[in-house]
Each structure stands twice: as C-alpha cells, then as structure tokens.
C-alpha cells in the first residue's frame, strides 16, 4: 500500500470511498452499479430499474478494485452476498434488487464466471476467514460448462453467440475453479475442468476472428465483437465468424440494424491478455488494436477515449436529446481505463490515459458513464470530453481507475490470474479437443484428435467409428461439477465419421436418435502462434 499512497490522487480517494459508499447498509455486500438513473430527468416515477441494481460483473469489478487497494472485507462480504443469491443451478440473473429479488432475468455467462475469479483472489489472499466458496464454485462451474460455450448476452447485454470478452472470463474462471476443485482432492474432475477451459482457449480464434475483415485496409484478420451463431443448432456449418449477421439494439426506427458481424468490432478482446490468455503484443491483439483505434476511438480536448462498438446506438442523441429507446453511442471512461491496462501489459507508458480518466471527471470527481463527442451545445450542458446524461458516476469506471492505480505502481495487471498465464501464455503442446453436447453438436473432429461427448445425467455413450460395423459401449464419467462425459480418441488414420446415441441410465432408455461427427484431416497440436489448432 505505501507504494500505491505515493501515487495518491483525490480521484483515487474519491473513487474508493464511492465504491465503500455504494454497498448496502441493510444487505451487506450489495454493491449497485450506481446510484443514478442515466438520462433521470425525463424518467418518471414509476420507471423502475436504473443503476440502483446488482450486477455480478460490476460488483466483482467494485469488490477487486478494493481488493486491490487492501480491503478484504467488503470483497468478502460481497462473495458471501454472491453466494446467497446464486441460483440452484448455478447461475445467476442478469442483475437483481439489493433484496437478491431478479429484475431482469436474462443470462450472461461472464456473470457467472466473475463470482469465481472473485473466490479464487479471496483465497489466494488467505482472506476467505471461516467462509467456504466450494460449493458456489462448483456450481457455477457446472452452469458454464453445460450452458456455454455461446452467451445467450455479452457484457453489453444486447447480443448472444460467441464473445471474446465473455470467453475469457469463462476460461480464467475455469481454471481458478479447477484449483478449488483439485484442492478439495478430486484432480480427476480438476482436470475434467482444465480441459473444458483448453476446449474453450483453443477455439477462441476460430469463433471470434474474421479473416474477411474490411473496416481498415491492409488488415484482413482481426478480433470482432461477437459471433452471433447458435451452437444449439450445431456450428452453422463451422461456427464461421465470417459467416454471421448481428442484429443492432437501440437503433433509430429506419436506420439499418443488421451488419456483418465480421464489421461491428469493440476491444472486448483485450480481456484476454488482462486475464493471462493471450499475450501483451500479439500481432493478432495489436492488428485488432489498429482497427479498434480507426473505428471507436475518439479524440477530445480531455484525452482519447472508446466507444463500444461501432453503430451503437445507446447514447445522448445527435441534437443533444436523452436516450430514449435508440440514441448514439457515445464514448466510455472505462474503455480509456482498459486500454491503459493493456498499454501498461504490453510496457507502454499509461500517464496519457490516467491524465484523460482524470480529465473526464464531474463534480466532486465523479467518471460519467459516457462523455460527448459532438459539437459543443451550451444549452444542453453538453461539451466535448464533458459527461452526457448516462450514469453519474458508475462504479464499473471507478473499479477500473483504482485496479489500473494498483497494476503501474506495481508494473503488473492486478487483474492478471497467474495460472491461467502459466497455462495459456507459453508455446507448450496441447491436445485438439472437440465438445460434443445437446446444446453444441460439433460436426467435425481432426483426425488424431479427442472428442469428449459430455451431458448432465449418466449415460452410455453407444458408438461405431467404422458405419456400425463394429460397436463399442463407453460408460460416462461423473464429475464434480454434475457434468458427465464419455471420450472417443481419433485414430490420426481415422476417415470414417464418428456414430454414436445414447443409452440413458437412469432412465433406462435409448435417446432414439443417432448422431454424426465428420473426420476432418489431422490438425497440427500448435500452431505457430503457439495456441492449440481446432482444426
């Protein structure tokens, strides 16, 4: 802490004294996103909602950001919180009342993935005192692998399918789950885990990165926002990035709303290298980077700040009006903060983006939700680089601000998770995996490779690798996580598709339906990237 005090500011006190101030007094570790309502003065009375809510990612944002400056008793109190309002199966609501009653129930499985890390850096900071997570963990961990890998919402609530973002919060929190699951002395299920999270690291590119990418010329390859598709329905053909069509929210009536999804981009990505799964200076992170900067940031006399994405639409309006069912995306704080936090990763000065966070201040030392980018209108108490009518403050922008004070005065990401960098951040061989599962029926498998079969109840798994001439019968293995799976290892001479149904045991009755998996040709182990092929 005496290093962190040397680089003190009063934005950095204001900002933990607010995250202190934005706990409940009646449910302890309720922490709300903030205690404004964006655009309140053309809300009613009976517009219930605004930011006076728990979200799971913004309150383990908030419960780090304190972590990171000493305090572990409110992060504690916030994961006991956490515990008691997770749901039986293991997840949790979109955001809920400081009572743990839902408000919006949508699902967002960087949401479920949080309450993990949050664990997991309570523990490895001996500050758990007489309160157990293992079960909260374990659930959790079950939720993700048998509802993911696709989010039926990204962190901006407004699209489901395949996020970069969201990935790497489920494959960070998947790993620290396996630790708290081998430390309770199950490794097998430990390592059922870890291999779901490679499953999950090893596809990461081939969902979420275009290779058709045409917003900056000269770079093809790049992260995107979001792979819209539906892995209910198999991998619409290949889970094909370049392939897909994203429906915009909040647009004006008449403005288009369907684009590519290979052309909406945000820096979601750069989780991964906050995270420990991909490295600082990446040429695919930095390329991404590029088109990040061409197309969302924005220049203001107060310093660089982002947008979310491109065409969004949830912001104050062109004429200066409230946002009121569509509006314009306006540049955030927060994503300014995030930025810095990969700057300081890769070894890049991050005063520019402190000073700007600073600069983007209201009041007392408030950071607004979004500032405005257009014309300066005095009538409408809009300047440029100044706050817009959204949230005043947001809890989400402070965390972030206080977590980047933390990681430049001890030059390392607060928020990096070392195992996962340990696990993911290296040049080490790992196994082609496939997941087949109700929810995701994958149509191909390299030759050489691993499918795992997996479902929530015991099975045997009925299969022929030769047209049923020849049939073998593979018993599921339990685990942990109530998650059973079944493995067929894939000759690298493999042609043939894969057949298979189920026999379900407690039941004691046939699935009635056969299913197939292709054989592609045999994929290399690594690629030169050093991440594991997919084929």
């Known amino acids: 802490m005496d290093k962190l005090d040397q680089r003190e500011s009063s934005l950095f006190a204001r900002s933990v004294n607010l995250l202190l101030a934005h706990e409940d007094k009646v449910y302890p570790g309720a922490m709300i996103a903030s205690l404004s309502i964006p655009w309140g003065e053309d809300r009613g009375d009976d517009d219930l909602g605004g930011y006076h809510l728990v979200w799971t990612r913004d309150l383990v944002n908030a419960a780090t950001a304190l972590l990171a400056v000493g305090d572990t008793a409110t992060p504690l109190r916030a994961l006991i919180y956490l515990a008691i309002t997770q749901r039986e199966d293991g997840g949790f609501y979109q955001n809920f009342w400081i009572d743990g009653r839902p408000f919006w129930i949508g699902v967002q499985l960087d949401e479920v993935s949080f309450p993990i890390m949050l664990a997991w850096r309570l523990w490895k900071a001996n500050a758990l005192a007489n309160f157990d997570p293992y079960v909260t963990v374990v659930r959790a961990c079950g939720y993700l692998i048998r509802e993911g890998p696709a989010t039926p919402q990204e962190r901006w609530e407004e699209a489901a399918g395949y996020s970069p973002s969201t990935l790497a919060s489920n494959i960070a929190a998947l790993i620290c789950a396996a630790e708290f699951i081998e430390a309770h002395g199950d490794k097998d299920s430990a390592e059922f885990v870890r291999t779901y999270a490679d499953f999950l690291e090893s596809h990461v590119e081939k969902w979420t990165v275009t290779n058709q990418g045409t917003l900056v010329p000269g770079i093809a390859r790049h992260y995107i926002r979001i792979n819209p598709a539906n892995s209910s329905q198999g991998d619409r053909g290949d889970e094909d990035p370049d392939g897909g069509e994203l429906v915009l929210a909040n647009q004006r009536p008449g403005n288009r709303y369907r684009y590519p999804a290979n052309q909406i981009v945000d820096g979601g990505f750069l989780e991964l290298v906050r995270l420990g799964i991909r490295k600082a200076g990446d040429p695919l992170i930095e390329d991404s980077l590029k088109v990040v900067d061409a197309v969302l940031k924005v220049d203001t006399p107060k310093g660089p700040?982002?947008?979310?994405?491109?065409?969004?639409?949830?912001?104050?309006?062109?004429?200066?009006?409230?946002?009121?069912?569509?509006?314009?995306?306006?540049?955030?704080?927060?994503?300014?903060?995030?930025?810095?936090?990969?700057?300081?990763?890769?070894?890049?000065?991050?005063?520019?983006?402190?000073?700007?966070?600073?600069?983007?201040?209201?009041?007392?030392?408030?950071?607004?939700?979004?500032?405005?980018?257009?014309?300066?209108?005095?009538?409408?108490?809009?300047?440029?680089?100044?706050?817009?009518?959204?949230?005043?403050?947001?809890?989400?922008?402070?965390?972030?601000?206080?977590?980047?004070?933390?990681?430049?005065?001890?030059?390392?990401?607060?928020?990096?998770?070392?195992?996962?960098?340990?696990?993911?951040?290296?040049?080490?061989?790992?196994?082609?995996?496939?997941?087949?599962?109700?929810?995701?029926?994958?149509?191909?498998?390299?030759?050489?490779?691993?499918?795992?079969?997996?479902?929530?109840?015991?099975?045997?798994?009925?299969?022929?690798?030769?047209?049923?001439?020849?049939?073998?019968?593979?018993?599921?293995?339990?685990?942990?996580?109530?998650?059973?799976?079944?493995?067929?290892?894939?000759?690298?001479?493999?042609?043939?598709?894969?057949?298979?149904?189920?026999?379900?045991?407690?039941?004691?009755?046939?699935?009635?339906?056969?299913?197939?998996?292709?054989?592609?040709?045999?994929?290399?182990?690594?690629?030169?990237?050093?991440?594991?092929?997919?084929?």
Request: charged fraction near 25%.
């Open 305 to 535: 700040c982002w947008k979310r994405y491109n065409h969004d639409g949830y912001g104050q309006r062109d004429d200066g009006e409230s946002f009121d069912g569509w509006g314009v995306g306006r540049p955030w704080p927060l994503l300014t903060g995030e930025r810095a936090t990969y700057e300081l990763a890769a070894g890049r000065n991050v005063d520019l983006y402190l000073r700007a966070i600073e600069n983007f201040t209201t009041g007392i030392g408030l950071i607004p939700e979004q500032i405005w980018d257009g014309p300066d209108m005095p009538d409408k108490f809009l300047t440029r680089g100044g706050a817009t009518g959204a949230a005043i403050p947001l809890m989400w922008a402070h965390s972030e601000y206080v977590k980047l004070l933390r990681s430049v005065v001890d030059n390392r990401l607060f928020d990096l998770i070392d195992p996962v960098a340990e696990r993911y951040r290296n040049d080490m061989p790992r196994r082609v995996i496939e997941v087949w599962k109700m929810n995701r029926q994958v149509r191909a498998v390299p030759a050489g490779g691993l499918l795992r079969v997996q479902a929530s109840s015991p099975f045997m798994l009925h299969w022929s690798n030769d047209e049923w001439k020849t049939v073998k019968d593979t018993a599921s293995t339990p685990t942990a996580v109530g998650v059973e799976y079944a493995d067929i290892e894939v000759a690298p001479s493999q042609t043939m598709p894969l057949k298979f149904t189920f026999f379900w045991r407690q039941q004691a009755e046939w699935q009635g339906t056969n299913y197939q998996v292709n054989v592609q040709p045999a994929a290399p182990t690594v690629m030169d990237t050093g991440k594991a092929a997919t084929g």
